[in-house]
C-alpha cells in the first residue's frame, strides 16, 4: 500500500462532521480573536479543571497501589492545589501561560536565527530569518507587557489556533466529500 492510497483512504475519514466541527472551531476562533479576555480567562479555567481531574484520577491509583510513601502522594497533591488556585484565580495562570508563552518564542526565535544561518546563502534562509524576527517580536510582546499583556495575548493566540484548526477540518471535509 502506497501513502498516496493511505492518506486517501484518510482524508475518506472525514466527512461532514469534520466540517461541522471546523465551523464550530472557526466560530468559537472568531469569537476568541473578538474577545481575547474571556478565551484567556476559559483557557485556564480549561486546564485547571483537567488538573483537578488529574489529581483526583492520581490520588486513586495511589491509594489503590502505591500508598507506601508520603511522596507518592506528592503529585496528586501538587495537582490538586495548583489546579484549585488556578480554578478560584485565574489570573495567575494566564500570567504563567504568558510567561512561558514568552519564553518558547523566544526559544523559536533563536532557533530559527540558527537555522537561518546555516541554510544561507541557499534558498529559504530568508523565511527563516522573518520568521525568527516575527518570534522575537513576538516575545518582546510579551515580556514587556507582562503580566497584563498575558490577558488578551494568550486568548488571542488560543483563537487564532482555534480558527485554523477549524479551518483545515473543513477544507479537508470538503476534501473528502468531493473524493
Known amino acids: 500500500m502506497t501513502s498516496l492510497t493511505t492518506n486517501t483512504d484518510l482524508i475518506k475519514k472525514f466527512g461532514k462532521y469534520s466540517i461541522f466541527t471546523g465551523f464550530l472551531l472557526i466560530l468559537l476562533g472568531i469569537t476568541g480573536v473578538m474577545l481575547p479576555e474571556i478565551m484567556s480567562i476559559e483557557t485556564t479555567l480549561f486546564v485547571a479543571s483537567f488538573m483537578l481531574v488529574g489529581s483526583i484520577f492520581w490520588a486513586i491509583h495511589t491509594f489503590k497501589y502505591s500508598r507506601t510513601s508520603v511522596m507518592d502522594w506528592l503529585k ?33 526565535a533563536f532557533s530559527s536565527f540558527s537555522m537561518a544561518q546555516i541554510l544561507y546563502p541557499d534558498k529559504g534562509w530568508g523565511w527563516m530569518l522573518i520568521n525568527g524576527f516575527i518570534s522575537l517580536l513576538l516575545s518582546l510582546l510579551f515580556l514587556f507587557g507582562w503580566p497584563q499583556s498575558s490577558l488578551w495575548l494568550v486568548g488571542l493566540f488560543v483563537a487564532i489556533s482555534l480558527f485554523f484548526d477549524g479551518l483545515s477540518l473543513v477544507i479537508i471535509g470538503w476534501i473528502a466529500k468531493s473524493t
Not at 495537582?79 to 495567575?92: D, E, K, R, S
Not at 495562570?93 to 508563552?101: D, R, V
Open 76 to 108: 496528586p497533591l501538587i495537582l490538586l492545589i495548583v489546579g484549585t488556585v488556578l480554578l478560584f484565580n485565574p489570573g495567575l495562570g494566564i500570567a504563567a501561560l504568558g510567561l512561558f508563552l514568552a519564553f518558547y518564542l523566544m526559544l523559536d
